[in-house]
């Protein structure tokens, strides 16, 4: 997949107005398979909602496009040397590889965690929004994370509504990188 991209970039693709379909592909792949792990992991909750996975899904689309834009743009700047000279394909591979390794290795490893975690909440809330007939509150419980974030513990035991509008930005994982 890289390949081609690599290819078509240096081919005179558009990288300003389009999106390269391998590099989107493969990022959204990889953050549709964390949102099927996070369902599977929920399994206990009962039967998935279709439509909320629908949602995620199109959510890990819009970040799909936008992290493939950057990348390829990235790869476009190294088509010419620092002489300011073209680079033959073998050149500008050799000189993607960096590129390549952060965007679809190091951040894709952490993006998929980070899908993970916040679809499995995004999953767990739904369901108890199913039961707030019954259960009408939710309260924010202390992290059991190895390392949990201390700006959360002030919302340690805070009991509110499912319905307010509070839990649409305080949630736990909802800060990039939060393992609560």
Request: proline share 6%; no cysteine.
């Given at each position: 997949l890289v390949e081609r991209a690599l290819r078509r970039i240096q081919g005179g693709f558009d990288v300003q107005r389009q999106v390269d379909p391998d590099l989107f592909a493969q990022a959204a792949a990889v953050l549709n398979q964390a949102v099927d792990k996070a369902v599977a992991m929920s399994v206990k909750w009962g039967e998935p909602d279709r439509a909320f996975i629908s949602e995620l899904r199109h959510n890990n689309a819009l970040f799909a496009a936008f992290k493939?834009?950057?990348?390829?743009?990235?790869?476009?700047?190294?088509?010419?040397?620092?002489?300011?000279?073209?680079?033959?394909?073998?050149?500008?591979?050799?000189?993607?590889?960096?590129?390549?390794?952060?965007?679809?290795?190091?951040?894709?490893?952490?993006?998929?965690?980070?899908?993970?975690?916040?679809?499995?909440?995004?999953?767990?809330?739904?369901?108890?929004?199913?039961?707030?007939?019954?259960?009408?509150?939710?309260?924010?419980?202390?992290?059991?994370?190895?390392?949990?974030?201390?700006?959360?513990?002030?919302?340690?035991?805070?009991?509110?509504?499912?319905?307010?509008?509070?839990w649409e930005t305080h949630f736990p994982g909802c800060v990039w990188g939060c393992q609560c």
């Open positions: 493939a834009h950057r990348e390829q743009n990235d790869l476009a700047r190294l088509l010419v040397d620092p002489d300011g000279r073209p680079r033959g394909f073998d050149s500008f591979r050799k000189a993607a590889e960096h590129i390549v390794r952060e965007y679809n290795v190091n951040w894709l490893q952490t993006e998929y965690a980070a899908a993970v975690r916040t679809a499995r909440t995004a999953v767990r809330f739904k369901r108890y929004e199913q039961d707030s007939d019954l259960f009408p509150n939710a309260e924010w419980l202390p992290s059991r994370a190895a390392e949990p974030r201390v700006a959360h513990r002030k919302y340690y035991h805070t009991v509110r509504s499912l319905s307010d509008p509070w």
